[in-house]
């Protein structure tokens, strides 16, 4: 599942937890009662694996796990947290972090690489790395030069889903270009429903649309200078990229409801009013997790009455923003790092692919082994994209909290005021002036 | 925990002044006693107040003292200034707003037959978390009439009234000499017309389910003596086809309400179009004449307010935690008027008061420590109010709905800048402050 959808869940989900835990805290610390020892591992012996998967994931993880215990011997003892980062935070503090642990957010492998708590890959799931992944999907998982970790479950932010009835009674195809796109927008509209709808008042689903129109309008160099504040909001590429944005998102016809009710859409309703009848809208932007809520909260069948296009290019070729989980070792120990030379091969790719819901970035994993054909052609597009180097992770987990990852702040916020001015000069000031403070400049 | 903490001190000072105290003579023992309760004061309560305190002064990377820094940064935050508005708000109007009415619900059921049973309906919300009660507003809220049970009402009045056109999200497709000043408004044509002649509308964003089962094929109009033909038709076919011409198809649209106007703009004659879109005005007189597809066409009913958009967010939420609060002030109130001196009000009915001059006279006054008592829990509840915003704004309007102690949470676990987030709750702190100097008093007097 997307990054994002956890994310809200699990704050939803803390919240909870804290009013009813709250006076019972003085309890002591739940996970206390974890066996130790584990660390030390050995030939032949166990590791600790720690990932955000629960429930069915934990169970498809699980056959990874096993296939890796099968050829290797070692056991593998699995420990799952829906905070991943607060779990680590208090793992190393008590000075027994797992082995090895799956990583969602790419800040989070950044600031655990510059604490030093990571163990640079062994020469041997290095050359599995290079033998199994492209260039680009290997540098998400390096930080500063550095290769500490395997990109192992992938994700794209770059599907647009369709309701393909609607499609149809439209008399219209899927776009291959933004300017496609905007055609398609009209007929789409003139035939009575809305083209977009978008959960804009979460305000990460803006941010993501921002990021792919930055990504391919601007190119892959300039959203990594972006991504780190090298370059400023204000410079002409943002600018540039959030007039382009602004060519779907200031026609109120374009948008389910219009913009007064689309700044209050969140983003499951986002995807159910796509796929409600008579539908809402015509078409719902959002990453490749959209797929397991229309299979959850709608009547509507993936592959049926719902299926994608990718992101339309803007620039020339096509690009990714990407998400997805860094296999990364937290102690010295060899089987950890045999189990991420594991990680890296199409075996491990395989053994959760065959069961479906998962995307893996491998070169070498036959595509046939998608249960269907979604799947298949998201992994082609991850593939395609990290084989040509135009495939980066979302920009806003690169941020600090504050700026990039915050609803009512930052960029969720200037996202939202921006489709309701329209002013991309100045959302680009006020962008530049919270990234300053963000990044303590 | 502040609130907490004042309270306990209230208490146990306003003991130390009575006259007997058991084991008043041995402090060990009296301390030993103590012990548990102050080891844990001092751990939850007491070490967390410090420690906030001092985080407010420090840069929250190197534990560095910086001053007022994060108090000038909280204040610099548009968010922190509208929390501390919308506390504002919510501390003037609610606890009045819940004392007034739980006083005039408890009096009037004191009066009814089966007042017990209304006092246990306004109990309820009581019985229901303050989360649960915020999402059950945030259902209610809904702006979507079918959705949502406040705009559902409301809608069910206004439609009765208005009522629903033909084709409410119609609009005027491009390339043609008519005029659309703004969505929803009438379509007029420029074309200056006489007995005679056509004119023809194409609209568009039309839904096939919206098109009655009935319409036909859409034909150019031929001018008919002695009158003036309109046709209106749906100008979309699958793939777009051309704006402005009608095309194979492309199908009229029936139930359309069409008017003739005179120069001065006066309408002066009415049809509505046929299965194939076309309306004839027979016998119109001379002309010129305009022709206009009606607003009323366009009347998309109730749609609902947006009671959880920014602009109304708050005093929407108000409404959803009055609901759930009066009960406890009804109960509380209740309670204390079953106790009141029967004898008193029945005197001062004897010597000819008014129901009014007894409920104004003797009522409210003998009533007035419980008042208190509900009043100030109820300014206590609001200034920790956290729960209920948090789960009822959406997304979109949570800033408009900010309150202190959202804002410090989501600052501090949020946004992660735990120094600013101490900042506020220092604030929240000084807030809570008088009223914890009020309720002290009260105690005080209560027992002397």
Redesign the interface.
């Known amino acids: 599942m997307g990054g994002h959808m956890t994310r809200s869940r699990r ?1 939803l989900l803390l ?2 937890a804290l ?1 009813i835990a709250l006076p019972a805290c ?1 309890g002591g610390t739940p996970g206390d009662d974890e066996d130790d020892g584990a660390a030390e591992g050995g030939e032949g012996g166990e590791i600790t694996v720690a990932a955000v998967w629960t429930g069915v994931e934990e169970e498809n993880f699980t056959a990874v796990l096993d296939a890796f215990t099968e050829e290797s011997g070692v056991d593998v003892n699995y420990q799952s947290s829906d905070d991943l980062g607060t779990y680590l935070g208090t793992q190393i503090e008590g000075g027994s972090p797992p082995d090895v642990a799956l990583i969602p957010q790419p800040g989070l492998m950044r600031s655990l690489a510059a604490d030093g708590t990571l163990v640079e890959l062994s020469d041997d799931a290095q050359a599995a790395l290079e033998e199994n992944l492209a260039p680009g999907s290997q540098d998400l998982g390096a930080v500063d030069g550095t290769q500490y970790g395997i990109y192992f479950k992938a994700a794209s932010k770059s599907t647009w889903w369709y309701n393909t009835a609607v499609f ?5 195809e899927p776009p291959t270009s933004w300017d496609e796109m905007l055609e398609t927008a ?2 789409v ?5 809305p083209f977009v709808s978008i959960g ?4 990460w689903p803006l941010t993501d649309f921002f990021e792919n129109v930055y990504l391919q309008s601007a190119g892959p160099e300039m959203y990594d200078q972006l991504s780190t504040h090298e370059i400023p909001w204000t410079d002409e590429s943002v600018i540039s990229a959030l007039e382009t944005m602004n060519e779907l998102f200031s026609e ?2 374009n948008l389910a409801g219009g913009i ?2 689309t ?2 859409t ?1 983003f499951v309703t986002s995807v159910t009013q796509t796929y409600t009848d ?1 539908p809402d809208s015509a078409t719902v932007y959002e990453g490749d997790f959209v797929a397991g809520v229309i299979g959850g909260e709608t009547e509507a069948v993936v592959g049926e009455e719902a299926d994608f296009f990718d992101f339309p290019p803007i620039e020339g070729e096509s690009a990714v923003v990407g998400a997805g989980d860094v296999g990364v070792a937290l102690t010295d120990n060899e089987s950890a790092q045999e189990f991420l030379a594991f990680l890296a091969t199409p075996e491990a790719a395989e053994a959760w692919a065959e069961i479906g819901g998962f995307i893996s970035p491998n070169l070498n994993l036959d595509p046939s082994v998608y249960p269907d054909e979604i799947s298949q052609r998201i992994a082609e597009t991850i593939t395609a994209a990290s084989e040509s180097g135009a495939i980066r992770f979302d920009m806003s987990d690169l941020q ?3 700026f990039g ?6 960029l ?2 200037r996202m ?1 005021d921006f489709i309701r001015t329209g002013d991309a000069e100045a959302i680009a000031k006020a962008l530049e002036k919270d990234a300053k403070a963000a990044f303590g400049e | 925990m502040a609130v907490a903490s004042s309270d306990v001190s209230a208490k146990s000072k306003s003991r130390r002044p009575r006259p007997k105290r058991p084991g008043g003579r041995r402090p060990l023992v009296a301390l030993a006693f103590l012990l548990p309760a102050l080891i ?1 004061l001092g751990a ?1 309560v007491v070490y967390p107040l410090v420690d906030t305190i001092a985080q407010s002064f420090q840069d929250q990377d190197t534990r560095q003292f910086i001053g007022l820094e994060n108090y000038r940064r909280a204040l610099d935050r548009d ?1 922190t200034i509208t929390a501390l508005k919308n506390t504002l708000i919510w501390v003037i109007l609610v606890p009045g707003l819940i004392t007034g009415g739980g006083l005039i619900f408890a009096v009037l059921t004191e009066r009814v037959r089966y007042g017990t049973a209304v006092k246990v309906i306004l109990f309820m919300p009581m019985a229901i ?1 303050a ?1 649960s009660v915020g999402v059950i507003w945030r259902v209610m809220y809904e ?1 979507d009439p079918d959705r949502g049970l406040v705009n559902a009402v409301i809608g069910a009045g206004v439609d009765t009234v208005k009522g629903q056109g033909a084709y409410p ?1 119609a ?1 005027l ?1 491009g390339e043609q000499d008519l005029e659309q000043p703004n ?1 929803k408004a009438a379509v007029t044509s420029n074309q200056e017309l006489a007995v005679g002649d056509t004119v023809t509308f194409g609209l ?7 098109v009655p089962a009935d319409a036909e094929q859409a034909v150019a109009p031929e001018g008919n003596e002695g009158a003036i033909t309109a046709v209106v038709w749906r ?6 086809g051309t704006a402005g011409e009608i095309e194979e198809e492309e199908v009229g649209l029936p139930n359309v309400t069409m008017e003739l106007l005179d120069q001065s703009g006066e309408v002066v004659a009415s049809e509505t179009t046929g299965s194939d879109g076309s309306a004839t005005f027979e016998d119109p007189g001379g002309g010129p004449f305009t022709a206009r597809v009606a607003a009323s066409n366009f009347d998309e009913g109730f749609q609902g307010f ?1 009671w ?2 920014p602009a109304l967010v708050t005093p929407a939420i108000i409404g959803a935690f009055v609901w759930g609060g009066i009960g406890f002030a009804v109960v509380v109130i209740g309670a204390g008027l079953a106790a009141l001196p029967r004898d008193l009000l029945e005197a001062a009915r004897t010597d000819g008061a008014t129901e009014w001059q007894v409920f104004r006279m003797i009522t409210v006054p003998l009533m007035a420590p419980i008042l208190g008592v509900v009043f100030i829990t109820m300014t206590i509840n609001v200034l920790k109010l956290f ?1 209920i915003v ?1 789960v009822t704004a ?6 408009a709905a ?1 309150v202190v102690a959202l804002d410090m949470w ?1 600052t501090s676990f ?4 735990f120094g600013i987030g101490a900042a506020i709750a220092v604030f929240l702190f000084l807030m809570v402050i008088p009223i914890m100097v009020l309720n002290l008093r009260r105690f005080r007097r209560d027992e002397s």
């Open positions: 704050w919240i909870a009013l003085a149809e009674q439209a008399g219209v009209q007929t509209n003139s035939s009575g429903t804009a008042s979460d305000g109120d016809a007064s009710k700044l209050q969140d008579p600090p909290a504050e990852a915050t609803a009512g702040q930052g969720f916020q939202q | 844990l939850l968010n978390s989360l702006q999200n609009t497709s969505a568009v964003s039309i839904t096939d389910e919206e100008d979309f076919k699958p793939g777009g947006a959880l958009a729960d948090y959406p997304g979109g309007s949570i800033n900010n989501r949020q946004a992660r800048q």
